[in-house]
């Protein structure tokens, strides 16, 4: 048996997200057919996170267990061949029996594109949030800053209806590495490396510092909504089409 490592990259506008539905295409799913078609097997890829529908992937790490003895430089390949073009496969190589793409994950990175001029390409839509009206920018900036660190996360985390009762047991503290904003031309970008993400916590920050942005919330603030851990103190959820996985580490 094989262990395998891709290295996974996708444009998620036109799936259901990454875990695998009975009922609609996801990634997941999508690479488990291609998977399928040449080992003759089935299996289940295992991803580093779950991205949700409309979210795009840069580097998405992906393992699963194989018997086939394709080299991996021809999985790759024979993988690009059979999958749709919104989904490539950068890498393929052998890992070691125990890596697992979520369970060894030690650290990840996600970017959001705001896209500030008036009027948004037609191309560029689906891959950014279209927001031209007026923001205090550095206002968001110091809001960003103050989610640096360990912090109880319930304010920006979505009710995960997967969990169930379990849901009570899962700790929502995380630790950010960094959290910043900075102009790209005619974008608003944001970059934040965390210990691990809950589900739409990347998107719930945005759509809180947005709020800082319009004045309708203080930069300051944001340390009183971690406070109180509860979801409805934060902003609205921003739209899927800005958010990228851009890296995991291990």
């Given amino acids: 048996m094989r262990n395998l490592k891709l290295i996974l990259s996708y444009d998620g506008s036109d799936f259901a997200g990454w875990q695998v539905q009975p009922v609609a295409t996801t990634v997941q799913g999508t690479l488990s057919s291609a998977i399928g078609r040449i080992t003759g097997e089935k299996v289940l890829p295992q991803g580093s996170g779950r991205t949700d529908a409309g979210v795009h992937a840069l580097a998405q790490v992906v393992t699963f267990v194989t018997e086939s003895s394709v080299p ?17 496969v950068l890498e393929v190589e052998e890992a070691a029996a125990d890596f697992h793409a979520r369970k060894s994950a030690q650290a990840k990175t996600y970017r959001y594109r705001i896209y500030r001029p008036a ?5 560029l ?13 550095q206002a968001m900036v110091r809001a960003a800053g103050l989610v640096e660190g360990e912090h109880d996360f319930t304010s920006f985390a979505a009710v995960d209806p997967e969990r169930g009762l379990e849901g009570a047991l899962v700790s929502n503290v995380r630790r950010i590495f960094s959290s910043n904003w ?8 944001y970059t934040v490396k965390g210990s691990g993400f809950l589900h739409h916590m990347v998107r719930n920050l945005v759509g ?12 300051d603030d944001v340390t009183r909504i971690l406070e109180e851990r509860n979801r409805s103190a934060a902003g609205a959820t921003a739209p899927a089409s800005g958010l990228y996985l851009v890296n995991v580490e291990y």
Avoid: M
């Fill in 72 to 88: 991996t430089a021809n999985f790759a390949t024979a993988l690009n061949d059979v999958l749709p073009a919104s989904v490539r």
């Fill in 119 to 123: 009027i948004c390409p037609p191309f």
């Fill in 125 to 137: 839509a689906r891959y950014v949030w279209h927001y031209p009206f007026p923001l205090d920018e």
């Fill in 182 to 189: 900075e102009r790209q031309a005619d974008e608003f970008v």
């Fill in 208 to 219: 809180t510092f947005i709020l800082a942005g319009k004045g309708t919330l203080q930069a």
